[in-house]
Structures are given as structure tokens and as C-alpha cells.
């Protein structure tokens, strides 16, 4: 096992401390781009057919054409216009509605709604397995959209 790398802190001419740079300056990363950079280049090159389909001009310049002379219509503007309104609308309410949900799980899953201040031992205990399956259900709840469709693991 390697041991961990330590950034180190840039000083200015003054002895200021700067940003944060990682050691070797950022000269891994630089490494990496330029291996990317000669990958694609080296697929460019061994391509069997060429980079740029030239029948396909006609169609660039079809739709640029069209973007130049966007059509002006009042029932197509109405149409835009009400399917404008209807995203905006959905994208409030559901923004609304995020906001809501999260200040209702936010509460539930925060330690301090459930810690009890002065109580019984049995008490705690209820407050801390509240909090735990609180937790649990969450975090199962997301289980559904992970790959392996497993549940808090």
C-alpha cells in the first residue's frame, strides 16, 4: 500500500500562501489529456473511410437555411408560446414539490428531531431506532434505481 499523497500550499513572491496544488503541478493530469489527445488522433488516422461525410453538406446547410428564416406564424407562436407555459409550469411544480419533500425527510432523517433532550432510557432508545429505520427506508428506497436493484448495500 502506497502512501498517500500530500498537497502542498503555492507561496507567492510575498510568502502568502496561494491555492492548493497537487504535487507535481498538475503534471498527471496533463499526462492523461495528452494520451486522450494522441488516442483519438491515432483513430483519426487508422479510420478506413473519411473523417468528414461531404454528402452530408447539403443537410448542414438545409437546416441553417431554415434557422435563418425561423417561421413567424401566429399558430405556430401559440402553440410554442403553450407548450412554453406548460414546461414552466411543470418545472415550478415540481420544484415546489422537491422543496416540500425535502424539508419533510430533511427533518425526519435529521438526528436532532429525534433526539430525545430529557426522557427515559426507553425513550432514547424508540427516538434512535425512529431515526435508524428513517434512515433505512431511504436509503432502501433508492435501491430500485441502482443496477443491482439491492437494498442498502
Known amino acids: 500500500m502506497s502512501a498517500p499523497t500530500r498537497l502542498t500550499v503555492a507561496r507567492d513572491a510575498g510568502g502568502r500562501a496561494g491555492r492548493w496544488r497537487p504535487p507535481g503541478g498538475g503534471r498527471g493530469w496533463a499526462v492523461v489529456w495528452m494520451l486522450a489527445v494522441v488516442w483519438s488522433l491515432g483513430g483519426w488516422l487508422a479510420a478506413d473511410g473519411p473523417v468528414v461525410n461531404t454528402s452530408g453538406w447539403s443537410r448542414f446547410a438545409e437546416f441553417f437555411a431554415a434557422a435563418l428564416s425561423p417561421q413567424l406564424s401566429t399558430d405556430f407562436l401559440l402553440r410554442t408560446g403553450s407548450a412554453a407555459l406548460s414546461t414552466l409550469s ?50 432502501c428506497r433508492g435501491a430500485s434505481t441502482r443496477p443491482s436493484g439491492r437494498c442498502c448495500c
Open 90 to 139: 411543470y418545472a415550478v411544480l415540481g420544484t415546489l414539490l422537491a422543496v416540500v419533500v425535502g424539508l419533510v425527510v430533511g427533518v425526519l432523517v435529521s438526528e436532532t428531531w429525534w433526539a430525545a433532550g430529557t426522557g427515559a432510557r426507553s425513550r432514547r432508545r424508540v427516538s434512535r431506532v425512529g431515526w435508524l429505520l428513517t434512515r433505512l427506508a431511504l436509503r
